[in-house]
């Protein structure tokens, strides 16, 4: 459904003015942090898939002392500006790297934090294949991901003026929760909260969803340019569901870790330990 190439050269020119609106992000991110808290977790390598500028990797060096802490992204351009902003005694390092085609070995990675990568993925399930295959075992995949509620309002306002699709299709958290043990993935801990964003106008709204990137990326989208008077129809929509002159953009947000099982057997043999096998004695 999802274009990468939208959303790679969507990412790469939001990259400048991305950490201006990301504050969506932001509570994503610290959400997350606070429910890794708990977790007791021996970590050597950490991966900030998704990485962004960068904000999340300098958090996760602070969570994870001694850790080597990896930011991938699939722009060049975020990650640019993450090593920009690199304290001088970070020992952070930079990939650039879609996530469902990692560089990284079997077993190799002790944790895998994901802030809002995932309404980007067009099969999460291939995501989810491969963060088990290079997660070892006891190391633990945490996530935060938008649920179906999110974005309704400009979902309804376009649905007023055309049939097009415009807006993500998020999906809620059985589903993830679903996907997560399909691939092997272990124990899978899920909880939903809820943000309201308020605007004074569409144009500022429009501006922020465009400074983090987060504009149409549908393969079903129209070919075709928005003409002004369409765009001026869906803008009124939008206006006539303000309260008290605001714009209220309602957001799902879907938490979530898990753990990592070590490699799937291959369907195909049967392993018994021999040891287990019991002697008989002539």
């Not at 990485?51 to 990797?57: H, K, L, R, S, W």
């Not at 002790?110 to 995501?127: E, G, M, Y």
């Not at 400009?154 to 055309?162: E, P, V």
């Not at 939008?238 to 799937?264: R, S």
């Amino acid at each position: 459904m999802l274009n990468r190439q939208h959303i790679r050269r969507r990412f790469e020119r939001a990259a400048a003015a991305f950490d201006e609106s990301d504050f969506v992000h932001t509570v994503t991110r610290d959400g997350l942090l606070a429910r890794l808290g708990p977790l007791l977790i021996d970590a050597r390598t950490v991966i900030d898939l998704g990485a962004a500028t960068g904000a999340a990797t300098r958090a996760l060096e602070k969570r994870f002392k001694g850790a080597s802490v990896i930011s991938i992204d699939i722009a060049h351009g975020m990650l640019k500006k993450a090593r920009e902003k690199k304290p001088w005694l970070s020992k952070a390092a930079f990939a650039q790297a879609s996530a469902d085609a990692l560089p990284f070995p079997d077993e190799s990675i002790d944790v895998i934090f994901s802030n809002l990568l995932l309404p980007w993925a067009d099969d999460p399930a291939l995501i989810f294949s491969e963060i088990a295959r290079v997660l070892r075992k006891g190391g633990v995949f945490a996530f935060a991901t938008l649920g179906p509620d999110s974005l309704q309002e400009i979902g309804r306002a376009w649905g007023a003026i055309d049939d097009n699709a415009h807006v993500n299709r998020f999906l809620d958290m059985h589903t993830l929760g679903d996907g997560l043990v399909n691939v092997g993935l272990r124990d899978p801990v899920l909880d939903v909260d809820r943000l309201s964003v308020s605007y004074k106008n569409s144009a500022r709204l429009f501006a922020d969803l465009t400074a983090v990137g987060a504009r149409n990326a549908l393969n079903q989208r129209a070919q075709s340019l928005t003409g002004k008077q369409r765009y001026g129809a869906m803008v009124a929509a939008l206006d006539d569901m303000a309260v008290n002159g605001n714009i209220t953009l309602d957001l799902e947000l879907v938490f979530g870790h898990c753990w990592g099982a070590g490699p799937k057997m291959d369907p195909a043999n049967y392993r018994i330990d021999a040891a287990q096998i019991p002697v008989r004695n002539a």
